[in-house]
């Protein structure tokens, strides 16, 4: 097997794991890479050369699609989104929020409070793929 279709079948395995196991771009970038290594292995048949501009293009493609990638912060309530929790968030410990229709993992603000499940939860915060929230029932007492 040529180096040619080896990076076609390492860039489309990358950009397909992007597709179901997201991890903030960072497969997508590496399978991009892989895919622009396919011309270039065409010119550069030497695979060590290929592995090294390949390791290359993905770091400098991640550091560019993390720029473009939004990174919000709520610190109040003012502006916080509305969720419901899908399993109890015990106190410490993450559990599943659903919110816009996806489902997430979820942190209660407050490592001592308890949300159970089916309960409507102000998102406040993000860290990463875990949403950090409150009990909307803190807020109306």
């Known amino acids: 097997m040529n180096s040619t279709l080896i990076w076609l079948v390492i860039g489309l395995s990358f950009c397909l794991m992007e597709f179901f196991l997201p991890t903030a771009f960072t497969e997508f970038s590496m399978g991009m890479s892989a895919l622009l290594i396919v011309p270039i292995s065409i010119i ?3 695979f060590g050369v290929q592995i090294v ?3 290359g293009l993905s770091v400098g493609l991640m550091v560019i699609i993390r720029k473009f990638l939004i990174q919000r912060k709520v610190t109040g309530v003012e502006g916080a989104q ?3 929790t899908l399993t109890t968030i015990s106190k410490g410990d ?3 929020v659903k919110y816009e229709g996806n ?3 979820g942190r209660c603000h407050d490592n001592e409070l308890e949300i159970p499940a089916n309960q409507s ?3 406040i915060g993000r860290e990463g793929n875990t949403l950090i929230v409150i009990p909307e029932k803190l807020l109306i007492e």
Do not use: Q
């Open 53 to 55: 501009i390949w390791m």
């Open 82 to 84: 509305l969720g419901k």
């Open 103 to 105: 489902s997430w993992r």
């Open 44 to 46: 550069l048949p030497y």
């Open 121 to 123: 939860v102000y998102i």
């Open 94 to 96: 993450i559990g599943r």
